[in-house]
Structures are given as structure tokens and as C-alpha cells.
């Protein structure tokens, strides 16, 4: 099914099922501000299109019982988060509950075209369990910039092969649906706007440090992207001239002095550098340190851990 509401009634009323579930018509009504004739004629034409079911009768609110409606439950939505070292893939229902995720290491800089057939496994693998037939819709995160009308994304520092790749003009194609493609921050903003720590506000940013750093600006309950898409991007913004080599090819880098991955560079350096007992037993079983080894240790009360990420704060 690839219906999609014809005008902003319909996807406000699919916005509000969404949020809050099985709704009587009338309590719609009170929460559209549409008069009770216009209210009707989109209910039925998103009955018509399948996306909305009817659901039983309202309790009375006095006088004729009002009928409920609900987001029909074979709709089933699938969200994938391509992070810089592995894939995300979920499959929701309409209101957004997941019902089944899988995860996968995998080297953004592998390309698109290695990374979405992965993608494309795993979500086969999800549908092979039973939680899907198909899909309705696609939400997909990638780690940079995007130009979101065309869900393409734009010269992506951590990301050589993507730049201009047609990511949801592909994967619309396979999977048969439409697909949104936006900067994985933004996305965590959106996340956190519907069922997070930003649900009561308008205005906010969320910032992400994971292997890089990302920021999403939310303006007036919108995601504010800039004309190119890289509003929100600010782990490529000079810290220290002549600082640090950074994965971008530029060097001072907000990302390449503090990110999971600066962090994880910082900790191998004292390790070897004997300033660390509890860093370097970790490195010497790992072979390697992460972003989590040193939240580890600093956990363990690590002196050297905690200085680690004490100064990378500031
Ligand atoms: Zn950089």
C-alpha cells in the first residue's frame, strides 16, 4: 500500500492517531478544530486509502455514542540507523512500537551500495521472522549531512562514496515505499520530541557524541536544517588551527579533538605511555580501545579515564 494523505487535515489527524492511539471521531473533532461535516469527509478518505480503521464504539459522552477509529494495525514502518561502525534495522507498527530489530557491525565506509545490501538483508531477515509482509514506509538515518527534499546525502566527512548517492530514490525501489532519509541527529531530535526528554519543548538541541559529533537544531517544533542540510553539523568546525588530523582529511576539528573516537585515541596513547594500569590492561586484552573502555574505567575510578573525559568536556 503506498497511499499517502492528500493535505495537512489528514496528516494531522494520522499525526494524532499515531501519538495517541485508538481515537473516537468526536474527540478528534474537539483536537482538529474541524467542524463536524469537513471532520467526516477526512475521516473517510483516510478510511478509504486504508491507512485508518474503524474501532469500535466511544464510551458516550452523553447523546449518540461516537465511533473510534485507530491506524490500521498491518501498517508496519521500518527504521534504519546507519551509524559510522554498524546498522540499525527496526520494524514498527503505525504507533510506533518496535517489534523486532536487528544490529549489524558494518563500516560506513564500506559505500552505499555494500551497506544497503546489508540493509536489505536485514531487513529481509525481520520480515523472514514474521513481524512484517511488507513495508509501508522507510525512515533511514545516515551520519552527515543530507539534503532532505531529496533524501540524498551531501559530501559527508566521515563518509567518502556517499556524496550525492540517491539513497531514498534506491531503497524507495527495493522496498517498495516511500522513504525518508535524514542526518541521524536530526532523527534522535525528532526521537526525542515524540517520546524522549523534549516532549514539553518547542526549541531545543540535541547533541550526539558517538564516534563523531553531531547537533540538531529544533526550531518552533521543527527541525531546522539550513539551506544545504549541515545546520547541525558541527564536528567539522575548526577547534584548534593545526590541531589534529581529523577523518574529514582537514585537521582541528571539533570531532577529531573530542568525539568516541578522539577519546578512544586519547586512552591508547596513555595506555602505551604507562599512565594507566587499568587502560592498558584493557588494551592489551582488546587489542584495541573504544569510547566505552574509557567510560569503563572511568567508572572503575580510573584517574587517568576521568581526566580523559573531564577535558574533552570543556
Ligand atoms: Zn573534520
Redo the contacts with the bound molecule.
Keep these: 500500500m503506498t497511499a499517502r494523505p492528500e493535505n495537512t487535515h489528514q496528516a494531522r489527524l494520522l499525526r494524532l492517531l499515531r501519538d495517541s492511539g485508538s481515537n473516537s471521531r468526536a474527540q478528534l473533532g474537539d483536537l482538529v478544530d474541524l467542524s463536524r461535516s469537513k471532520l467526516a469527509v477526512e475521516v473517510d478518505r483516510l478510511l478509504e486509502t486504508g491507512l485508518v480503521v474503524a474501532d469500535g464504539l466511544a464510551p458516550s459522552r452523553g447523546g449518540r455514542r461516537s465511533h473510534n477509529i485507530r491506524l490500521a494495525p498491518t501498517l508496519r514502518f521500518l527504521g534504519v540507523d546507519i551509524g559510522a561502525t554498524s546498522i540499525d534495522v527496526a520494524v514498527t507498527n503505525a504507533e510506533l512500537e518496535v517489534l523486532g530489530h536487528l544490529n549489524h557491525p558494518m563500516d560506513v565506509r564500506d559505500g552505499p551500495v555494500a551497506v544497503f545490501e546489508q540493509v536489505l538483508s536485514l531487513a529481509a531477515k525481520l520480515k523472514a521472522s514474521g513481524v512484517a509482509e511488507d513495508f509501508d514506509g522507510a525512515g533511514i538515518g545516515v551520519p552527515g549531512p543530507v539534503r532532505f527534499p531529496e533524501g540524498v546525502p551531501v559530501a559527508p566527512?566521515i563518509m567518502p562514496g556517499w556524496d550525492g548517492f540517491p539513497v531514498r530514490e534506491a531503497l524507495s525501489q527495493e522496498l517498495g515505499c516511500p522513504v525518508m532519509v535524514d542526518n541521524d541527529v536530526n532523527l534522535m531530535a525528532v526521537g526525542e520530541q515524540h517520546a524522549g526528554v523534549a516532549r514539553s519543548v518547542r526549541d531545543f538541541l540535541c547533541i550526539k557524541i558517538g564516534t563523531g559529533i553531531g547537533c540538531g537544531i529544533v526550531v518552533g517544533g521543527e527541525v531546522y536544517r539550513g539551506t544545504t542540510g549541515s545546520a547541525g553539523d558541527i564536528?567539522?568546525i575548526l577547534v584548534e588551527p593545526g590541531g589534529r588530523a581529523?577523518?574529514?582529511g582537514?585537521r582541528g576539528?571539533l570531532?577529531?579533538h573530542f568525539s568516541g573516537a578522539a577519546l578512544a585515541a586519547d586512552a591508547e596513547e596513555a595506555a602505551r605511555a604507562g599512565r594507566s594500569v587499568e587502560l592498558a590492561a584493557r588494551l592489551e586484552t582488546a587489542g584495541r580501545l573504544t569510547a566505552a573502555d574509557v567510560s569503563a574505567a572511568a567508572a572503575a575510578g580510573d584517574a587517568v579515564a576521568l581526566e580523559l573525559i573531564r577535558e574533552g568536556g570543556e
Design positions: 566527512p564536528g567539522h581529523c577523518a574529514c582537514n576539528c570531532e577529531a
